[in-house]
């Protein structure tokens, strides 16, 4: 069946420093693969995405790299700032309409 | 500058009692959907618009129905809720091509008492 799930439900880190978010997948089939952040009592937030056809894509701060050889896909922050504190999801969509997020990493940034 | 909206944000409905969560959007995307998105989870489609193609996921209970009168609104209404349906209910939405990337609400969050 079609899961996407993480390594690890929470993370911590020191401000400045860089974070490393991993997430596994198991559905071959999926075609794009998302990231969003989830503020406390907000909606998620789109920050990238990547195509399957892709191994890696930079955004500001952000880089989500992809290796569908063993189905993983990770999120990286570079200099972590307090703002960055959140839960963040990967999600992967087979190309129709449904997305599946997995079960979210909860990112700490200590100052 | 809120493109997803809902209303309200936060819902106390009584167990049984029929209860509507509103969206609506700014954003002229056609397909638009509802999340249910309980403590400490992931969030789980319930179903989606494409237009006014109505969607459901397989494993959506039957109290769950949604409405979608035009472009820029849709309801979620949960006929009979029970106190399992106590989550937040996030709406999104997307542009056909795009559905990677979708625009959420800031939910509505659901007690039942």
């Known amino acids: 069946g079609e899961s996407v799930g993480l390594h690890l439900p929470t993370l911590s880190v020191q401000e400045g420093d860089n974070s490393i978010i991993n997430c596994a997948y198991s559905n071959s089939a999926s075609d794009y693969f998302i990231w969003y952040k989830q503020e406390s009592g907000k909606g998620p937030q789109f920050i990238i995405d990547i195509r399957s056809n892709m191994d890696k894509r930079q955004g500001q701060r952000v880089t989500v790299l992809l290796n569908k050889t063993v189905k993983h896909l990770s999120l990286q922050i570079a200099a972590t700032q307090p703002g960055d504190s959140a839960v963040y999801f990967c999600a992967e969509n087979t190309g129709g309409f449904k997305t599946i997020f997995g079960a979210g990493t909860r990112l700490f940034v200590k100052a | 500058d809120a493109m997803v909206i809902q209303n309200p944000r936060y819902q106390v409905t009584q167990f049984g009692k029929p209860v509507t969560l509103s969206c609506s959007q700014t954003l002229n995307h056609n397909v638009m959907y509802w999340y249910q998105q309980k403590s400490s989870q992931a969030p789980k489609l319930l179903f989606h618009?494409?237009?006014?193609?109505?969607?459901n996921e397989a494993d959506t209970p039957d109290n769950f129905q949604s409405r979608r009168p035009n472009t820029s609104f849709c309801f979620l209404d949960i006929r009979s809720p029970g106190l399992g349906d106590a989550a937040m209910y996030l709406c999104?939405?997307?542009?056909?091509?795009?559905?990677?990337?979708?625009?959420f609400g800031q939910g509505t969050r659901l007690t039942v008492v």
């Open positions: 999104a939405t997307s542009r056909v091509g795009q559905t990677g990337e979708a625009f």
């Open positions: 618009y494409y237009d006014k193609d109505f969607n």
